[in-house]
Every structure is written in C-alpha cells, then in structure tokens.
C-alpha cells in the first residue's frame, strides 16, 4: 500500500484493573473484525500504569477473556511499565521542543484554585501560573518540591477530527486546560502514554468507547507535537444494562468469564456483541466469518446499545441447537462432570441430541442430561398421585413388554406402550407420566420412547420392576 494509504493496524488496550466485562470486550470486538476484514494487524497493549490497582490476575483475565472469544491478537501483549525508557525520552523531545513545562503548583493549591473557580460558576481548571510566556514573571521555584510536567496546549483556535461514529467533533482550545502529562517521580501518565503507543505501534484507527471523547482533542495535540498526525477515530456509544445505566462493573455487569461458566458459547457471544452496537441489513444471526466479511464503520451504531439477557439466550441456543451432536456432547461434558455426574450407560451424544431443543445453554443442558446419570428419586407426592392402581397393572405389563422386544429402539418401545395403553383402556398421560418418574425421575422429558430407548433395556426394565 501507499504511504497514504497504510496497511490497518487497530488496537485494544485495557487497563488490568479488575475483570473484563461485555462493553469493554465490544470494544476488542470491533477493532480485531475491522483489523481482520482490511487483512490488518490486531494489536493488545496492556496499559498498566495504575500500579496501585493493576494486577497480573486482571491480566490474566483479560487474555483469558479474549482466548475464549477467539479474538486473537496479532502483535503484542504490550505493558506500558515495560516502555518507561520510550515514554522518557519522548518527555525529552517535547521539553526540547517547548511543547512542555515543569509546574510546581501543589495538590493543595490546586483544590483551592478550583474552589474559588467553581464559587465564581467557572468551570474548574488550572490557570497557567507556571506557563512561560514572554514578558512574565514567573513564581519563586519552592525549594524541595518536584514539579509535574505541563502539556502548553494552543491558547487560541480549536481541534477537530471526523469521528467515524460520532461525525464532525470540535473543542475550543480555550476549554482545554495545560495536562499533566508526567507526574512529579517522573512517571508518565495516560494521555501521553497512549499516543506515543499508537505512534510507535503505528496504529491507524482507534475504535474505543466514547468515555475517551473528551481524552482525544489533548492526544491530537500531542500527536501534532511529536510530530505525527492523529489515526481515525471511532468512539462507540456506551452499552447499557437491562435497567438502562451504563454497564459497568459497579452496575452489575458480570465478567466475560462468567458467561463461559455459564455455558454460553463464543460463537454466539461475537454474534450478540456485534448487534450490539453495529448492524448489516436485518441480519440477526451470522457466522464469525460472515462478521469479518460485512463488518465496517459505516454502520456502527450512534445511539448507546442496551444488554438483553433474554436476547442472549435466545442467540445462544440457536448456536447450541446448530452444533452436531458429537461437537456439542464435548462441550456439555466437562458442565457433567462439575454437577458431579459420570457418564455411564448412555451415550451422552445421544442425550444431547434428543435435549438439545430444550436448552438455551451448555449449564442447562447439562443439568437436562443430568436424569441419565443420576438413580432416579421422584418425589413421593408425585409418585402418589400419577402411580394408581390402573397405571401400576398397565406398568407391570410393559414392563413385560419392553423384556420381550427383539429390538431396543424409540419405534419397538412406542409400539409396545400403544399395546398396553388400548389392552388397560388409558391415555397416554396415564402411562406416560408414571412412566417418566420411575425411570428417571422427572416428570417433563422429550418423547417417551425416545428417551427410554437411550437408557440401556435392563435398566428400564429394572427400574420398573421395583416398582410394579
């Protein structure tokens, strides 16, 4: 490609500060589809300069997170406290340049400075006191006291850019105050970190949620300062949670991890989270492929998505419902085995594939199968009020029945119940529901036959036995 034309490079960079929830992976979502849809390059940055609350195990959480949403990434991880060397001699070339000043106003100065601003109905920021400028005087430089560094952001005109979600966006510059872009140890702080990442890691476009709008006029201008023009940008409206706040750990929104517990599947996690917030046409349900073919900024939406666990869901077991048999049977099992079931005597694909229409996750398939499993207790109550005296006489005839077939299969055993039910003169329900408690346990199951003839014919035979 041409030099004004660069090969894509999209990034996603979170802060290890606690778990990774459904917005923030959007926000890894969108610029690796974008990244893969231009045959671009995906880029993880890990911006981990909160010491004080950034953790390996949020890290880990994140890599986790994005491994299980396959959002693989093509470059990186890349921790900000490893790049302090880049960072400072950046600082260098803006002090050289005299894009930035030491400031040695106190936090207590400050707080002061912008209650008398706020008394007045100002809008609170600081004032310039150690801004050079010709012909002033500046302040006696106190004794002991390290200064922060400065950003000498334009006095006059504005800064703009074309958002591609948001459109035209423009600030005053007269609304920007002088940013503290080092604090007084000399360790950095965000706003400048991030732009000399996307510097050195060439990053074309940032798509990131809109809570960093406000962020983007101060980076152009240290962009503009180092010597480089800004990326495209792309700020996403917000997610909601079902009551309408904006989703956020504090507002119960749950770590992705959560919804893998949970037995959800990536593959329909992409397809809920990228309607969320991005549409092509109606589509509802589509491939991961499909995703990267048809995915743009042009059709991202304007207006802040809201979660719906129902949707979800309803995504989700379309997804679980698509999987053959055998593929989903792997995915249920290790669910099995944390309910503490052992498969034994059915064959789970059989199960799973009988059950699958009932289940709207891998937890609840899961416990769907778990009557194959499991000895079957049923409820004395129930068993009371559906085991009469007619349907024990017609119970202990089939159960004759079933011995004797020549073969063991949902056709053989439904012929055999019709037989017993015109002989004794009941309905279905009669035998049917009894049926259902004594071999396992429950009341509510797929056809009859087809689930009796998943269980192997002693056991059937067996468990009617003990009690007919």
């Known amino acids: 490609m041409s030099a004004t ?11 290890p500060t606690g778990f990774i929830h459904l917005g923030n992976i959007r926000a890894a979502l969108y610029p690796w589809a974008f990244a893969r849809h231009h045959g671009g390059t995906f880029i993880l940055r890990i911006e981990d300069t909160d010491v004080g609350r950034s953790t390996q195990e949020a890290v880990q959480v994140i890599l986790d997170g994005m491994a299980w949403m396959g959002l693989d990434h093509d470059e990186g991880p890349f921790y900000q406290m490893q790049r302090m060397p880049r960072y400072r001699e950046a600082l260098r070339q803006l002090q050289d340049a005299g894009h930035v000043y030491p400031c040695y106003m106190s936090t207590a100065e400050l707080d002061a400075l912008r209650e008398r601003q706020m008394a007045a109905g100002l809008k609170p920021r600081y004032d310039g006191t150690w801004r050079p400028e010709p012909g002033k005087t500046l302040p006696p430089v106190p004794a002991g006291v390290p200064p922060v560094l400065r950003f000498r952001t334009p006095l006059a005109g504005a800064v703009a850019w074309d958002d591609r979600v948001k459109g035209p966006v423009e600030f005053s510059n007269a609304e920007l105050d002088d940013l503290v872009i080092a604090r007084p140890d000399g360790t950095p702080t965000y706003n400048f970190c991030v ?58 929104a749950k770590s992705v991890l959560q919804y893998r517990d949970e037995g959800y599947l990536p593959d329909a996690m992409v397809n809920y989270l990228a309607r969320l917030g991005w549409s092509h046409g109606d589509a509802e349900i589509f491939s991961r492929e499909q995703f990267v073919q048809w995915f743009d900024l042009d059709h991202l939406g304007r207006s802040a998505a809201q979660f719906d666990g129902e949707k979800l869901k309803w995504v989700n077991a379309h997804y679980l419902r698509a999987l053959p048999p055998q593929q989903l049977a792997e995915a249920v099992r290790p669910f099995l085995r944390r309910l503490g079931l052992h498969e034994q005597g059915v064959d789970l694909t059989g199960a799973v594939a009988l059950l699958r229409e009932r289940a709207h996750t891998l937890v609840e398939m899961a416990e769907l199968c778990g009557m194959f499993y499991v000895q079957p207790q049923p409820d004395a109550a129930l068993l009371a009020q559906h085991l009469t005296a007619p349907a024990q006489a017609a119970l202990s005839d089939l159960r004759t029945a079933l011995a004797a077939l020549p073969s063991w299969d949902a056709p053989a055993i439904g012929a ?8 004794h003169q009941l309905k279905m329900p009669q035998l049917a529901m009894p049926l259902r408690l004594l071999v396992t346990g429950r009341l509510q199951t797929p056809s009859v036959d087809a689930v009796l003839a998943l269980f192997t014919r002693d056991t059937v035979v067996q468990r009617l036995a003990a009690n007919t």
């Open 195 to 252: 732009v000399v990442d996307d510097i050195d890691m060439r990053i074309t476009h940032v798509i990131r949620g809109d809570d960093h709008v406000n962020n983007t006029p101060r980076q152009i201008h240290i962009f503009r300062a180092l010597g480089h023009e800004p990326p495209v940008y792309a700020h996403l409206p917000t997610v909601l949670n079902e009551q309408g706040e904006k989703l956020s750990k504090r507002n119960g």
């Open 416 to 423: 055999a119940m019709k037989q017993v039910l015109a002989a």
């Open 5 to 15: 034309n660069p090969p894509i490079r999209t990034r996603f960079a979170p802060s």
